[in-house]
């Protein structure tokens, strides 16, 4: 039986009991997703982590068939509900659901009763009152999501608030980092860009910390949080205190397994954070010559859209090591493996 198969016939083992997967008893311990809500990362277990790992293959799998279609979330209702534009993240969560045999109903801001002044809260219990049972929300401000989880019987995924979280980005990432390198642990991941104000970067922080990566941030100083340049990250306690901060890019890139550029927001420039796009693209941007000092066979990731020129050639971005159009595809699967575990918290993993 595929892991697939076992998807559609949703079968799920008793506690404590081995259960078969790809025809194969698994191990004792299996990685169990125990909760309703996903808001960031920084309370996810390492076990928790792996658990979606573990059920993106089976939806893998899905999706790499010649019908699309299994019938796990069939009279489960999803809506996404947008505040900010998006292309890659909102189409994935749409995919995901329909793929899953969901009812999908898409709420952007324009055009909503948001414009008409209607609260995010009283938004919400509308669409609550229509018996969601999953809320996909992105929205502009920092906490939005966990302020919805605290009113609403449904089910709140957050895909991307403010400057804090984009805890599906870093889930996508993980899955993608492991399919091509195996494991995580030990890795030298270099994140390279604006780590002020990247949800992607911390979210990545708190993901790729837990499962034991060796990370380096490089980016200008003013695009640094303040503690990690004035060394408050290095007190006792702190959560980050082995990442390493390294301003040099040639340096940081010497020995990387993974090069993950953030895409750099032109309102930077225009707050003064920045001299010039050009500036910047001379000194972080991460050209071929740049990219020979990373280990052989490094990964290239970026979380889109890319400003190519500025903080990564086009040469690199659409070469031999980019796997940015895997990150794209694993999105929809690490997106319907995320549906299927809040809809059934508690279960072992597919």
Not at 55 to 78: F, H, W, Y
Request: with cysteine; net charge neutral; charged share 20%.
């Amino acid at each position: 039986m595929t892991k697939a198969s076992q998807l559609e016939a949703k079968t799920v083992s008793e506690a404590g009991k081995s259960h078969l997967v790809n025809g194969n008893k698994s191990s004792e311990h299996e990685p169990t997703f125990r909760r309703r809500h996903v808001l960031d990362l920084d309370d996810f277990s390492v076990d928790e982590i792996n658990a979606v790992l573990q059920n993106a293959n089976a939806m893998k799998e899905v999706l790499q068939r010649d019908i699309k279609k299994v019938p796990t979330l069939r009279g489960k209702s999803v809506i996404t509900l947008f505040y900010e534009n998006s292309t890659r993240t909102r189409v994935s969560f749409e995919q995901a659901g329909k793929i899953l045999s969901a009812d999908v109903i898409n709420v952007s801001n324009s055009g909503s009763s948001a414009e008409k002044g209607e609260s995010l809260y009283n938004t919400a219990l509308t669409l609550q009152a229509m018996n969601a049972d999953i809320i996909v929300v992105r929205h502009p401000d920092s906490g939005a999501p966990h302020f919805l989880s605290r009113f609403l019987d449904a089910s709140v995924i957050n895909a991307g608030d403010g400057l804090h979280a984009h805890p599906t980005q870093s889930l996508l990432d993980m899955y993608t980092i492991k399919e091509y390198l195996g494991e995580i642990a030990g890795l030298k991941v270099v994140i390279v860009g604006d780590m002020l104000y990247s949800r992607v970067a911390r979210s990545n922080l708190w993901g790729l910390t837990k499962m034991g990566a060796n990370i380096v941030l490089c980016g200008p100083p003013t695009l640094m949080p303040t503690d990690f340049i004035n060394g408050g990250k290095d007190m006792e306690g702190h959560p980050f205190s082995a990442v390493t901060i390294e301003p040099n890019l040639e340096k940081a890139l010497e020995g990387a397994d993974v090069i993950m550029t953030l895409r750099l927001q032109l309102e930077r420039q225009r707050a003064g954070h920045l001299p010039t796009l050009r500036e910047y693209s001379k000194i972080y941007g991460i050209n071929q010559k740049r990219l020979d000092l990373a280990k052989p066979g490094a990964l290239v990731m970026h979380p889109g859209p890319m400003n190519e020129g500025v903080e990564i050639d086009s040469e690199v971005a659409h070469g031999a090591r980019s796997v940015i159009e895997a990150q794209v595809t694993n999105g929809v699967a690490i997106r319907m493996a995320l549906l299927y575990s809040v809809v059934t918290p508690g279960r072992e993993s597919i």
